[in-house]
Structure formats: C-alpha cells, structure tokens
C-alpha cells in the first residue's frame, strides 16, 4: 500500500520561487566583476532575473538536458544562471578559470556545452579557448552593453551575446516546467588528478535533498537570520550548495565575484554584517594574515566552514580564540555533492576540557543523515568503528555519484557482502565510536614506513603551527630500509627566519619518534591545484631528483 501523500517532485526552480514569495526582501549583494562596486537585489529581483534569462536560453536554442556552461566568478549573474539553466531543465556546467585552457577544452567536448557564459575578466581565456569549444553555439558576456569587452579582444568569439541585453529582450511572463526529480540538474568535472576530469552529474532530488541536510543545526546551522558570504567559487562543487541553501532558508547572500583578497574580503564581511562563511584553508590564511597585520577583528561573522582539505589546528584555535569565530570543520567531495561530515560537538562534550574539544575539531566531524560510511581494509574487509582502525573510507547515499558522465573511468562502485553498492572516497581515514572522522591521508599520499602508515596531515599541521612557517607539505621519498620516509617542504612566512634543526625539535612531543621527517627542504612556494589544495602529485615530480641526506 502507498502513502497519500501529494507525489510532488523536488525541483531547483522551486527553492528560487519559494525565496522570492518568503524572502522577496531579502538582499543578494555582490562586489562586481566589473570594478568591485556593490550591486544589490533581493531574491525577488533574481526570481524575475532567472525567469527572463529561462526564456531567452530557450530563444538560444537550449532545450532539455543540454548543457550550458559558465566560466564565471560568484556573483548574482551566476546565481541567476543556476536557476535559468537548472530550472528550465537544462543542466549547468560549471567550470573552474583556474584549470589550463586544454583541460577547459576537454571538459567542455566532453560535457558537449553548447552555450558558455563568462565574466569579462575571463574574455582573454575565453577568446583563446573558442576555437576549442567545438560543441559551443552561443557566448554570453556577463555584463552590460557598455562594459561589455572591446571587439578588438572578441573577434574570435562567434555568436557573442550580452547578458543584460538577453534579459531585457524578454518579460517575466514564465512558469517553471514540472518534470522527474531525477532529472540532470548540474554537472562538475573532478580535478582529475589521475586519468581524465570525470563528470559528476547532480539531479535535482539530490540537490534539494543535500540542501536541506546542509542547513541542520550539525551541519551548516543556516537560518533567515544569516548573512551567507561563500568564499568557496561557485565553479567549486556549487559553492557546496549554499547558492541553494541560502535561498531554502532565505539567508542573505554576499557574493565576492574574484575579489578574494584579505582586504576585499574583510570589509565585505564588515559592510554586510557577513554572519557566516565557508572556504578552503587556503583563502583563509590569507585573510587571517591580513587581519593580524592591519590589527583588524569580525563584528558580525559567527562561524566559518573550512573543508576542500584539512583545517590546520592553528588556523582553527587563531580563529575561535582570536577572533571568536567557531570554526565547522568539514570533509566531503565533488562526487558527495559535497558534503560528508562537519564538526560539531554532542552534547556530551560540554564537560570536555578545551584540549579535548580542539583534538575533537582536528577530525571532520560525523557523517549528516543521508549519507552512510564504513572503512574497509586492502581485502575489503570492514573495519570497526573504534577510532584506531584505519582503512579506506567508502560512503553511500541519495548525493553521491553511482557514475560518472557517460561512464568515464567504469563503474567506481564495490559491492559489500549484502550486495550495497559503495562508493570509494581514496581518502584513509578512522573513525571513533562516537562517529567522528580522522582523515589520515588520501590513500595515493600515505607514507608507508617499515609497514605502517605515517599521516602526512598530522605532520603538516604540527608543521603550520608553527610561527615562522607559512605552509607545509609532507610527502614521501624513497627509502632503502624503510621503503618510504617523509620529508618535510616548507614555504616560510615573509620576513621570518626558522631553520631545519628548529623544525625538526618543534615536533618533539607532538609525534611518536618514527613519524619525525627525515629532512626539512626550504622552498618559495608549494603547488597547488585548480581548487587551491596542495598538488602533492606535481610537488612529487618536482621532487623526483631529491635524494634523502646520508
Ligand atoms: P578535487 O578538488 O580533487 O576535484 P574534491 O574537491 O572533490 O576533489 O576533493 C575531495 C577530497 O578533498 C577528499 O576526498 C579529501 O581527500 C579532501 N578533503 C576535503 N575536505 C577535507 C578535510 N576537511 N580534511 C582533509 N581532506 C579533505
């Protein structure tokens, strides 16, 4: 027997509509791509906005499950381009500017993008990625007819468009269409740091259900009393679902577009009363550097989510304890939507000691409902769950992928002994009886030595604490008795002096002795990958001549 319930799909088009009829006042700020001034709307505006421009991608030629791709900072142009796209049943594309141009152009041959919308400042990429973009019918420059780019710069982009011109050609007259819930809703390419980028495509169920999940008290904790400024692009895992969260709860949204600079940042936290944000650790120890410089505090911002990789433990204690900011510490993956888990406390640990409360926000934190974990050995056995064991994480759930885009890389799926599929994260991790994750290592990074594993994370972290380095990496050499060894590279901050022999005795007591890097290599500066994580991957090669001392 069924339920009578009301069989009402969970579309994307219904999270912009319910913003403007419950939130219609509430304002959407950006600091524009064009020359950092602030535009300001409400939801109601954007409504209206997405509408227009749902029409003219139909007057593009864009039907149903085509993809439209952006190439675009965060900003309320983008935001309406994902619930244009999304909400007419298209499907959007979103592309991180920060990838080199071929792998842009293989992204979007593989996604088969026929329509690419981009903030001007990316018109030079742009206009050497056209004649690559094979599947690309249409370009549309966000922005206004008098800014738009000079022709001189565009000549090689067929069929340009101008966003402003493409909305004011149609009304508002426009009903969202019904249609499945599991409909392709957006598309995100992993960085790929094996093989090809692979596609996670979204839905729509997935994305309304990982919306709500996002705003639990345990998760993101979002209201309509929040000031939302994502830090994290949109081009990255959906600003991990706050474009869609903000407008489920009615939550104010800031938008940074590119001006992601400490000083950008800060006085936009102040000038909208930013209560909340999320980003990498990268962005974060930018801004945090400023602040200490200019002797600056937050008057509003309450929480910050740090996730994309692992939160340094100084970076954590600087800001609840310098700041009062508390930090939610999450994991997850552009295969997961993303989110996994986030740290926040059980009531149990209000009688912890404050060490005990900081060792506890160094781990990821416990899974939110809907998505379910365990972690298996190299014979897939399953491990228990006693904060000792550890092995790789796998997860299953309604966000997380059960592919990829027309099958690239097979089936990434195992089957466990009752024949549930799982999905592999590649992350090593344990995981406590309370449920807590501890990210060891993504498994292509751990360090064997003598047959155990040494973390490199933990290494990193003891490293970032101290005071005269400004980031770390750990990663691990070839060793003749040992099998590997890890060393320790290390960017120092401006004007600061530490040597080998420093570092080497600041993890005294921090580590068992085994774990103690063999050698200490001074650079200028790490790589990093589109997202902002450090590249192990390509920090390896640069360091494949480099041979371990004695
Ligand atoms: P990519 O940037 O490679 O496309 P994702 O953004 O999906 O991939 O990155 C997912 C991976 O990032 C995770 O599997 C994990 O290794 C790492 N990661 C994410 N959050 C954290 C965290 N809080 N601590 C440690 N690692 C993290």
Not at 301 to 314: C, E, F, Q, Y
Not at 345 to 350: C, L, M, R, S, T
Not at 476 to 488: M, S
Request: aromatic share 8%; net charge neutral.
């Amino acid at each position: 027997m069924l339920g009578l319930m009301m069989d009402q799909p969970l579309l994307i088009s219904d999270l912009i509509r319910h913003a403007d009829r419950h939130h219609g006042d509430t304002e959407i700020v950006t600091k524009t791509v064009e020359d950092g001034t602030i535009h300001r709307y409400t939801y109601r505006d954007a409504h209206r906005r997405a509408k227009r421009l749902a029409k003219a991608l139909a007057a593009l030629g864009v039907r149903m499950n085509d993809r439209v791709a952006t190439l675009a900072w965060n900003s309320y142009r983008h935001f309406e381009i994902y619930y244009a796209a999304a909400g007419s049943g298209a499907v959007i594309h979103t592309i991180n500017p920060r990838l080199f141009p071929e792998q842009i152009g293989y992204i979007a041959g593989h996604a088969e993008d026929t329509v690419l919308f981009f903030d001007i400042n990316l018109a030079p990429l742009v206009e050497k990625l056209a004649p690559l973009l094979k599947s690309v019918k249409a370009y549309v420059a966000m922005t206004g007819r008098a800014t738009m780019p000079a022709s001189s710069s565009t000549s090689n982009i067929p069929n340009l468009h101008c966003y402003e011109e493409l909305i004011e050609a149609q009304d508002d007259k426009f009903e969202w269409p019904s249609f499945d819930e599991k409909t392709a809703a957006c598309l995100c390419y992993t960085s790929g740091t094996t093989g090809n980028p692979k596609g996670a495509l979204y839905s729509h169920r997935s994305t309304l259900l990982h919306a709500y999940a996002a705003c639990l008290p345990d998760a993101l904790n979002l209201s309509a009393r929040d000031v939302i400024l994502p830090v994290v692009p949109m081009f990255h895992v959906n600003a991990w679902g706050l474009p869609y969260s903000c407008a489920l709860t009615g939550a104010k949204l800031v938008f940074p577009a590119q001006h992601l600079d400490g000083k950008s940042l800060h006085t936009l936290f102040e000038q909208e009363g930013v209560t909340m944000s999320a980003g990498v650790p990268t962005v974060w120890l930018g801004l945090l550097n400023y602040m200490k410089e200019q002797k600056l505090k937050f008057s509003t911002l309450k929480g910050v989510v740090i996730g994309g990789s692992a939160a340094p433990p100084a970076m954590i204690r600087t800001f609840q304890e310098e700041y009062g900011v508390q930090v939610l510490h999450a994991w997850g993956m552009t295969e997961m939507s993303p989110l996994g888990t986030v740290c926040t406390f059980k009531a149990k640990h209000a009688k912890a000691s404050k060490e005990e409360r900081y060792a506890l926000q160094n781990k990821v934190g416990r899974v939110i409902f809907g998505v379910d974990t365990r972690i298996v050995d190299e014979n897939d056995k399953e491990l228990p769950h006693d904060g000792k064991a550890f092995g790789d994480l796998q997860v299953r759930g309604p966000w997380i992928v059960n592919g990829y885009f027309k099958g690239e890389g097979g089936d990434p799926l195992k089957k466990d002994a009752a024949g549930a599929s799982w999905f592999p994260t590649g992350d090593v991790v344990t995981i406590d009886p309370d449920g807590y994750v501890q990210i060891t290592d993504r498994s292509k990074d751990v360090i064997k030595s003598g047959g155990e594993w040494i973390s490199s994370i933990d290494l990193e972290n003891v490293a970032v604490a101290h005071p005269a380095v400004q980031e770390a990496a750990v990663i691990g050499i070839r060793h003749p008795k040992w099998d590997e060894r890890p060393i320790l590279v290390v960017v120092k901050k401006a004007g600061q002096e530490v040597s080998k022999a420093d570092l080497l005795k600041f993890y005294e007591g921090k580590i068992a002795k085994w774990w103690m890097p063999e050698d200490v290599v001074f650079v200028a500066e790490l790589p990093h990958t589109a997202t902002g994580k450090l590249s192990k991957l390509t920090l390896r090669q640069q360091m494949k001549d480099y041979k371990l001392p004695g």
